[in-house]
């Protein structure tokens, strides 16, 4: 079954605890992408990668970590968390970078950082 | 980057059509117009995207106005299912980028 994958659903970490999100999809999609959902304020993508070892910004990267080593996998990285990164976040994927494509969801991963 | 402008929420009765507005006026000419929708506890899942000419899927009909500085998601027959936070956005962005700004979109309310 096509799908974008993410571990661990639900994680409840400490402060300046460095922490991994895995994200894998097994579609062969080029670009991947996190975002984080907080009430209010909508869906805010954090990073990007348009394939293998190119990654780029998005809108609110400040505190995260992103590495393309492989075109499946896009783990998000908090070095050091703080309590304002608590939020709902999600991987995507999508089979190329230009706006022709669809993106497709990972099931999110809830993030308590106390 | 290219804004889109939606309303806060919108309510249906069940079985009757919907239509969701979208406005952005400052689409470019490259522009491709995605429509994604959030169920309650779940991840947004993909519904429509459009270049210029209407479309249609098994999920939902995509109308584009003729200077493509609005769209209209319609679902034909709304179910209580279809209850959910709908997206209207333009993927893209300056210099190659390719950025998606969600906003907060619509959130539909279905009513028995």
């Known amino acids: 079954e096509a799908q974008v994958t993410q571990n661990p659903r639900y994680l409840i970490t400490v402060t300046g605890k460095k922490l991994t999100v895995t994200c894998s999809q097994n579609?062969?999609?080029?670009?991947m992408s996190w975002y984080r959902q907080d009430p209010g304020l909508g869906l805010r993508q954090i990073y990007y990668s348009m394939n293998v070892e190119v990654t780029d910004k998005g809108d609110v990267p400040e505190g995260y970590k992103v590495s393309r080593k492989e075109k499946r996998n896009f783990p998000l990285i908090l070095e050091s968390p703080s309590p304002n990164q608590t939020s709902l976040y999600f991987c995507?994927?999508?089979?190329?970078?230009?706006?022709?494509?669809?993106?497709?969801f990972g099931p999110g991963t809830r993030l308590t950082v106390t | 980057d290219a804004k889109t402008t939606q309303p806060n929420s919108m309510e249906s009765n069940e079985e009757e059509p919907v239509h969701l507005p979208c406005n952005h006026s400052t689409i470019s000419g490259t522009d491709y117009i995605h429509w994604y929708r959030q169920l309650p506890s779940q991840g947004p899942e993909y519904v429509i995207h459009g270049l210029t000419s209407n479309v249609n899927n098994r999920m939902a009909s995509l109308a584009i106005a003729e200077d493509r500085k609005s769209s209209t998601l319609i679902l034909h027959r709304a179910t209580l299912r279809d209850a959910a936070v709908y997206y209207c956005i333009l993927p893209g962005g300056t210099s190659g980028t390719y950025k998606y700004i969600f906003g907060t979109g619509t959130r539909l309310k279905v009513l028995a």
């Open positions: 995507a994927s999508s089979l190329g970078q230009g706006s022709v494509y669809e993106q497709y």
């Open positions: 579609m062969n999609h080029e670009y």
